[in-house]
C-alpha cells in the first residue's frame, strides 16, 4: 500500500559568509533541495531564486516538501553560483552544502543551524514551516507620493515583506520586484500562500521593508569619490590655436573646463576630504616625452590628488603647456586605474564609499574592446562613468558604451552586472545653463549607486531610524 504524505512542510533558507567564486564581484548563490530515492540516488524537490552577488542570502521562495513521519526522508541542500540562465547545474559552481534528514530539521523550533568549513567558514540556516492552510493570499500592492530621496532621479521601489516568529525575529516572506524610477509604483499582483506568509494566523505582525534610498546611503555616512580624466590627443589642436578644443579664451575658460566645473560642482559635496585625483591620456609627458594613457595632471604619481575642483581647474592650466599633445585615445587604463581603488573598497562590505569617474575627449576611442572589458568588470564595483564628449567628433562607439539602447558586452560576450555609463555630448548644452549639463550628467549616478549595494545585499553605514 503506497504511504500517504501527512502533511507538506516549507523550508526557509539563509547563508552567512558564502565564498566569492566570481572575479570582481560576489557569488549568485541559488539553493538547491534534492531528496534520496535510494542507492546513493537524488532527485530534485525544489529550488529558491537566485540571488545576485551576495555571500549572506536571505532567499525569499520557499522550498516545499512531503512529510512522512514514518519514513527517514534524508534531504541534501546544495548552494551554486548561478552565471547563466540554463537550469543545468553541471557547468555552475558549487558553493558547499550538507546532508540532513527532515525529521532532524522538523524538530528543532527556531531553526537549525549547520557551520560548515571548507575554505572558510559558512553557516547555513534552516527553518521548517508545517502547511496547515492550504489556502494562498494575492496581493496587489501599489504606493502613491513616495518620497523623492534620490538627488537626480526618482526612487527606485521595491517591497519586502516579513512574518514574525514565536521568539521575535523576523523572516523574509516575499520580495517583489524594483520598479524603476517612480514615486507612483504599482508592483505586479503576487500569490502567497497562508502558511508561509503568516502561519494562518491573520493577527499575526507583519513588517513591509522598503529599499533605501540614495540619501539614506549618503547620510548614512557614503563618501562619494570623484575622479577626472581629461582626453591631450592630437585630434583636439594645437592649445595655441583658436580653433582648438583646449585653447583658452580671454576669460580663460573652453569645454573642457566648463565640463568639469559643471559636475564637479555638484559633486564635490559628497566628498569631506575635497582631494580629487586627476590624470591626463594620450600625450607626451615630460621629462622623457613618452606617450602616457595614465599621467597625474600634477606630475605626481604619487599623489595625483588636487585640492577641490579649483585644484583640479590649475592642474589642467599648468600641465597643457607643459605636454605635447599625440595619441591614441584610450579610456581602459584609467577606468582600470579608478576600478582598483573601487576593488580594494569593495573588499570592505560596507557602504562607506562610491566611486565617479568623470571622462571628458573629444573623438573616436581607439581602445575599445578593452574598454568594453574594463566597463564589465567595474559594473561590479561601487563605480560610475560619465563621459563627456567635446567637439564635434562622431561619437557613436560612446553611445555604445552607455549601453541606453542594449546591455553592453564584454568582446568574451559577457554582459555588464548593471549599467554605469552614462555619455553625453557637450554640444547639446553649449546654450544651456552650466547646471544643466550636471543635472543630465548626474541624473543616474543615485541610482546606479543604490543598484550597487542592493546587488551587494549592503544596507547603509548609519541606516535612518525606522518611520514612527
Partial sequence: MATQCVVKVELTISCKNLLDKDVGSKSDPLCVLLQSTGNDQWTEVDRTERVKNCQDPEFSKRLCIDYHFEKVQKLKLGVYDIDNKSVDLKDDDYLGGFECTLGQVSTVKYGFYICLVWFRLSDFFILADEVKDNRAIVLEVEARNLDKKDMFGKSDPFLEFFKQADDGSWTLVHRTEVIKNNLNPSWKKFT??????????????????????????????????????????????????????????????????????????????????????????????????????????????????????????????????????????????????????????????????????????????????????????????????????????????????????????????EPVSRDIVQFVPFKSFTSAPREALAQTVLAEVPGQLVSYFKMRNIIPVNPPAPSK
Fill in 192 to 413: 502567497v500562500s497562508v502558511g508561509t506568509f503568516c502561519n494562518g494566523d491573520f493577527n499575526k505582525p507583519l513588517k513591509i521593508e522598503a529599499q533605501y534610498t540614495f540619501l539614506d546611503y549618503v547620510m548614512g555616512g557614503c563618501q562619494i569619490n570623484f575622479t577626472v580624466g581629461i582626453d591631450f590627443t592630437g585630434s583636439n589642436g594645437d592649445p595655441r590655436s583658436p580653433e582648438s578644443l583646449h585653447y583658452l579664451s580671454p576669460d580663460g575658460t573652453n569645454q573642457y573646463l566648463n565640463a568639469i566645473w559643471s559636475v564637479g560642482q555638484v559633486i564635490k559635496d559628497y566628498d569631506t576630504d575635497k582631494l580629487f585625483p586627476a590624470f591626463g591620456f594620450g600625450a607626451q609627458v615630460p621629462p622623457d616625452f613618452k606617450v602616457s594613457h595614465e599621467f597625474a595632471l600634477n606630475f605626481n604619481p604619487n599623489s595625483p590628488y588636487c585640492q577641490g575642483i579649483e585644484g583640479i581647474v590649475q592642474a589642467y592650466r599648468a600641465a597643457l603647456p607643459q605636454v605635447r599633445l599625440y595619441g591614441p585615445t584610450n579610456f581602459s587604463p584609467i577606468i582600470n586605474h579608478v576600478a582598483r581603488i573601487a576593488a580594494g573598497a569593495a573588499q570592505q562590505s560596507n557602504a562607506a564609499q562610491y566611486f565617479v569617474l568623470l571622462i571628458i575627449t573629444d573623438g573616436e576611442i581607439t581602445d575599445l574592446d578593452q574598454t568594453k572589458q574594463a566597463i564589465v568588470n567595474s559594473s561590479k564595483l561601487p563605480m560610475s562613468i560619465i563621459i563627456v564628449g567635446v567637439g564635434e567628433a562622431d561619437f557613436k562607439a560612446m553611445e555604445v558604451l552607455d549601453g541606453d539602447n542594449g546591455v553592453l558586452k564584454a568582446p568574451s560576450g
